[in-house]
Each structure stands twice: as structure tokens, then as C-alpha cells.
């Protein structure tokens, strides 16, 4: 019988799927035509992290909600125009381990800081969209990562308790928001530095029962 009282809550962007480079091109070239270019390094230091925080640092504080509503929305057009034209593949283990987590009957969630139209797109050119049984986006929360509202939004949207969620992310805010949600994490970090309670390299590299392991062994994995 399937146990649907787990959920996995999972971050989209370096986590699920590499896309930093359609991000960067859409930031640098919406920003250059605002006349705000930006530079890589300014960029990488957004990860994941709202529309509006960020363009209330870029554009200063003259920036109107209307202007910054604005931007957002021309830069995550442009983002979703070169998802759908160059297509986007994810990252090595992470749909293995989403299949393998339904077939086991874990209830899983896309829980990210980004808009919905930008999930839905990532999820159609995947064709994944049957994997998920809830999105959380930037749409349905007021405060960003760190803040542990994203994942108990998708917790509460999946009829699944905080204690029985493992969140999947790549960037500390999110560790940070999983830990203050009350959840296990499993951190996907190439330097293996994230302060998750289980840190992996690649998800290819997870051990299948890492889930299972995680929730019932109460986060005694080693990293």
C-alpha cells in the first residue's frame, strides 16, 4: 500500500534543472535596456531569492512597485522565450529520483522563489508535470528564503506534516528556510559545504534509500 504521509518539496533552479545561464542572459540583457547593466558577479549573488529584493537593490531606492513589476515581468518573458526556443535538460539523477520517489508513493512539491509561469514552462518542456502533485511559487508567498514560508505552504498544500518533508536545495537560503519550516534537507552542493542535514555532491550520486533513510534513521546521515 502506498504511504502518502512523505513529501519531498523540491527547489527548481540548481536543483532540479541547470538553468543559471537563461537566467543571466534575461537579467543582463533586460537590465541593459533598462540602462542598469549589471555585471555576473552581481547576478550570482541573487540566487534564490525574489524578483522584487532584487530589483529593489539594482534599480535603488527611486524604484516603484509598478517599475519593478515591470522588469520582473519583461526579464521572466525573456527567461521562458529561451527555456521554450533551446529547450532545458535537468540535472544528472534529479528526475531518477523524482520517478523513483513516486513509485514509491512519496507526495512531492515544486516549492521555489520563482514565478509560476517560469515552473509550468520548466515542467511542460520536461514533461513532468504528472510527478508534482503542487506548485509553490513566487506568487503564493510574501517572504523569500530564508523564511520557511514557501515550504509550509507546499507542506500544508500537500496534506503532509513538517516533520514527515524533505527539502531538496542547492542554495543556503533554502537550507536555511527548510530547517526554520521544522523539515530534513538534502543539500546538492559541488563544494559540499551546505549545513544540510545530508549533502550531495550530484543527485546521481544520492543513494536510493537516502529518503527513506533521512525521515526514519531522524537525520542521523552523515555527510
Not at 50 to 69: F, K, M, P, V, Y
Not at 85 to 90: D, E, F, N, V, Y
Not at 99 to 125: F, M
Amino acid at each position: 500500500m502506498m504511504d502518502n504521509s512523505r513529501a519531498v518539496l523540491w527547489d527548481m533552479d540548481g536543483t532540479l534543472v541547470d538553468s543559471a545561464e537563461y537566467h543571466w542572459q534575461a537579467w543582463r540583457d533586460t537590465m541593459a535596456r533598462e540602462e542598469f547593466p549589471i555585471t555576473h558577479e552581481q547576478f550570482l549573488a541573487t540566487f534564490g531569492q525574489r524578483n522584487d529584493s532584487i530589483l529593489r537593490r539594482w534599480l535603488g531606492e527611486n524604484a516603484t512597485t509598478d517599475s519593478i513589476q515591470r522588469v520582473g515581468d519583461a526579464k521572466e518573458a525573456l527567461y521562458r522565450e529561451h527555456v521554450r526556443r533551446q529547450g532545458i535538460a535537468p540535472l544528472p539523477g534529479a528526475f531518477e529520483c523524482v520517478h523513483t520517489l513516486q513509485r514509491e508513493g512519496w507526495r512531492q512539491a515544486v516549492a521555489s522563489a520563482a514565478p509560476r509561469a517560469n515552473i509550468e514552462t520548466i515542467l511542460e518542456v520536461l514533461q513532468a508535470a504528472d510527478c508534482f502533485q503542487a506548485i509553490v511559487s513566487a506568487e503564493d508567498v510574501l517572504r523569500g528564503k530564508p523564511d520557511p514560508q514557501v515550504f509550509l505552504v507546499a507542506a500544508r498544500k500537500l496534506g503532509v506534516q513538517p516533520a514527515h518533508c524533505i527539502v531538496v536545495e542547492d542554495a543556503q537560503h533554502g537550507i536555511e528556510a527548510a530547517h526554520a519550516a521544522g523539515m530534513r534537507s538534502i543539500g546538492v552542493d559541488q563544494s559540499g559545504k551546505l549545513a544540510a542535514d545530508f549533502v550531495v555532491r550530484s543527485l546521481d550520486l544520492l543513494d536510493p534509500n537516502a529518503f527513506n533513510a533521512l525521515l526514519q534513521d531522524n537525520g542521523s546521515l552523515q555527510t
